[in-house]
């Protein structure tokens, strides 16, 4: 019936059928009680007899339920209904890096960004015992700011566990196992780096080396590449790049690079170095050519009408002087009194120290026709990872990536970048007259960071927030200022400590219980 709402497992409303198969389904769902979209799986166990399968579905909510991070798909909620499993994550709204490869020319900078991000999930699964064992553009998510999730761990691994599709067995997606991984030996977190290897080159090249005709060719050209036959399709690339892609590509892992964070120290992104280019991720629609010729036409129509109407205006107006004066046609030109005179309906912004406010228009052209003068306006250009609300003299003009650069007049104006979940950047921007200023900035660089040693080992607050239990898997990222740390263990007394965070600088803070 219209209006019926479908709810499972007395909880959660169907929004939309991802996927499905006659054992599983994939969901768009409301949480009901949570009042938030999530993504929904279900498993009916009953119908799936293969075990395997119901092992794996209860492996991904035990390990996506031990990894909290930013660029890793949380886990909300597992449980059983009658004869279903069931896992709630959160919902991400995005696409998939194979549709990102497919449908964009990203910047360099744009995809040093996203591997950065892939680098970090997998650093923090490795830190965790978990490989991922699945790495491939289908299982990355990116959001329309450029934001990266790592997806789907139905086939990780946890090391040193035993479950019964372990660390021997043949799993994953053919074209992005290592060869180590498809000869069916032990595997440590290297052979996701391979995979990521092969991420990473499909995003720079646009096609996947190790993609057969089928799945028999793909495992026969993992164990039979000749890597420096891939090597030689890299030197196109930067030298730092070919480094990184050169090093996890390598057949024998103990070649490759030890861990994810080898990875990152190179991927490290300098502040100018940050991008919010022209590029979507989603196309914008184009125009019809036939619509766009028909604009053109009847844009061509109203403009000769003018012009005419104007010629026959200035020979009335001749005539009636002088009937045997000369006409000579001729556009008319706009003073400067008539501009300064007219109404301004523009936003209006006033640079540093100026007495007079002057309009902005961000996307202000000079008519040639208008003045042959001086430009007296310049532009402002910005490119912010992750992204970024723009104040200019605390006014908010855009949200980055911005399609257009900032048309403003000359002088000087104060710039304010705003996200909420990251420290803010405030300073002061000149721009100068027919010139084009260009601003990079990553917001990552403004976190100050304290590394906590304690012993034997405590509990870690910071201005009352709990920031987990020595010892910590890295060191605590905040905002720069001035916090209390607090430090508990039952056994011994509670130690406090002002300590001063300051933007980009990393505070060692250590704390020995034992001593008075």
């Known amino acids: 019936m219209p209006g019926t709402r479908e709810i499972m497992f007395e909880k959660f409303e169907i929004l939309e059928c991802l996927k499905k198969d006659e054992h599983s389904g994939v969901y768009l769902a409301n949480h009901i009680y949570l009042g938030k979209k999530i993504i929904l799986k279900s498993l009916n166990t009953k119908t799936a007899a293969d075990e395997e399968k119901i092992e794996r579905f209860k492996r991904e909510a035990k390990i996506l339920a031990q990894l909290d991070h930013p660029n890793i798909i949380k886990v909300l909620d597992f449980g059983t209904y009658n004869e279903y499993f069931y896992i709630s994550f959160e919902y991400f709204e995005s696409l998939s890096l194979r549709h990102i490869i497919k449908h964009n020319n990203l910047t360099l900078t744009q995809k040093e960004f996203l591997l950065t991000q892939l680098f970090k999930g997998l650093a923090f699964a490795h830190q965790h015992q978990i490989i991922h064992r699945d790495i491939k553009p289908e299982n990355i998510l990116v959001d329309d700011k450029f934001n990266l999730k790592l997806s789907d761990f139905g086939l990780a691994l946890v090391m040193n566990d035993n479950f019964i599709s372990g660390q021997f067995s043949l799993v994953g997606t053919p074209c992005y196992m290592s060869p180590e991984q498809v000869e069916g030996e032990q595997l440590t977190e290297k052979t996701d780096l391979f995979s990521a290897g092969i991420v990473l080159f499909e995003l720079f090249k646009g096609y996947n080396p190790l993609l ?24 196109d690339l930067p030298d730092g790049y070919r480094l990184i892609l050169e090093t996890l590509l390598k057949k024998n892992p103990f070649e490759r690079f030890s861990t994810a964070k080898s990875v990152l120290d190179l991927l490290s992104l300098p502040e100018h170095d940050i991008v919010a280019e022209e590029e979507e991720l989603i196309p914008k629609r184009k125009i019809n050519p036939v619509i766009y010729i028909a604009l053109v036409v009847i844009l061509s129509a109203i403009m000769l009408f003018l012009v005419l109407t104007e010629k026959k205006i200035e020979k009335t107006s001749d005539k009636t002087t002088n009937d045997s004066s000369e006409v000579i046609d001729k556009p008319a030109l706009v003073s400067d009194s008539s501009i300064k005179n007219a109404p301004v309906k523009e936003n209006i912004l006033v640079p540093v120290g100026s007495k007079e406010p002057v309009p902005i228009n961000r996307y202000q052209q000079t008519d040639k026709n208008i003045s042959a003068e001086k430009p007296i306006d310049g532009k402002l250009h910005i490119e912010c990872l992750p ?117 980009g600088e990393t505070l060692l803070v250590k704390i020995d219980l034992t001593k008075e």
């Open 387 to 503: 992204w970024a609300n723009v104040f200019i003299n605390s006014r908010h003009v855009e949200t980055t990536p911005i399609s257009k650069d900032i048309v403003l007049p000359a002088g000087k104006y104060s710039l304010r970048l705003a996200h909420p979940d990251y420290p803010e950047y405030n300073g002061e921007v000149l721009i100068k007259a027919g010139e084009t200023t260009s601003l990079s900035f990553n917001l990552e660089t403004l976190f100050g960071y304290i590394d906590c040693k304690v012993y034997p080992w405590g509990e870690v607050f910071l201005n009352g927030i709990k920031k987990g239990s020595t010892p910590l898997q890295a060191p605590i990222k905040t905002r720069p200022g001035d916090y209390l740390l607090i430090v508990k263990n039952p056994n011994y007394k509670t130690k406090t400590k002002n300590v001063s965070v300051k933007q």
């Open 212 to 235: 057969g005709a089928d799945i028999n060719e793909s495992f026969n050209k993992v164990l039979a590449y000749n890597e420096n036959k891939i090597f030689e399709e890299l030197g």
